[in-house]
């Protein structure tokens, strides 16, 4: 990528992160940590091996990711974020936060993969109800499940159970999100395809924290 040549700070940032996949390579290790070239290649569908190889090597000249080689049995290269990689989390989760209001329009042959929900989930939702009991909410969209913690008001994602779920929602990417930020109600959600099992009360505590797209943006 060329320089932009701004003696300018968010010029400068974009001179090392602006490229095309660069930030979705990033949010790959901000989410499964240290990955192997294979990781990388199934939660980036659509990206080509050599160019995924180039934005690594790019990442790593600037000091945002570097190399580890992995002992038996292993034995493979595992890509970590440095400190400085790490800081952009913050730049990720904002345009999370900007992104999901346009997440109510999916075109229906976009790839997903479910550590994503990973992400928007614990940014995007809050408890309201802190004082509640705690609660497990398994999601199953595709490949592996992600399993939602409700505990003392605090939210986090993980990607082992826990214990036993109190809830678990299994189905299409855009129905259970939907029902997640209250978009979509269960009775809703479950005549388009959505299975769920257990109680559906705890999504009465989940509170989404992003405005909808208004009609000018989306035309925009």
Known sequence: MR????????????????DRWTLL???????QGGCRHADLMTGLPGIATNLLSDRLRK????????RE?????????????TDAGRDLKPVLRALGYFGARY??????????????VAFPV???????APAGPP????????????????????????????RSPDLALQGPAPLVLGVLTGQLK???????????????????????????????????
């Open 103 to 116: 997440m109510t329009d999916p075109t229906g042959d976009e790839e997903f993969r479910s550590h994503w």
């Open 69 to 81: 080689t992995a002992p038996p049995p292993v034995a493979a290269t595992l890509y970590h974020l």
């Open 25 to 31: 390579v990033v949010r790959e290790l901000l989410l």
């Open 186 to 220: 269960p009775s809703q959600a479950r005549r388009l395809g959505l299975r769920t099992k257990g109680s559906t009360a705890p999504l009465q505590r989940l509170r989404y924290l992003v405005p909808h797209a208004t009609d000018s943006e989306i035309q925009a």
């Open 3 to 18: 320089s932009y040549g701004h003696y300018c700070s968010v010029a400068k940032a974009l001179d090392v992160i602006g």
């Open 59 to 66: 990442l790593e000249e600037n000091g945002l990711v570097r």
């Open 135 to 162: 609660v497990v909410i398994e999601i199953r969209i595709g490949d592996r499940p992600t399993f939602i913690e409700l505990t003392g008001g605090e939210m986090r994602t993980t990607f082992s159970a826990p």
């Open 122 to 128: 614990s940014e995007l939702l809050e408890d309201t």
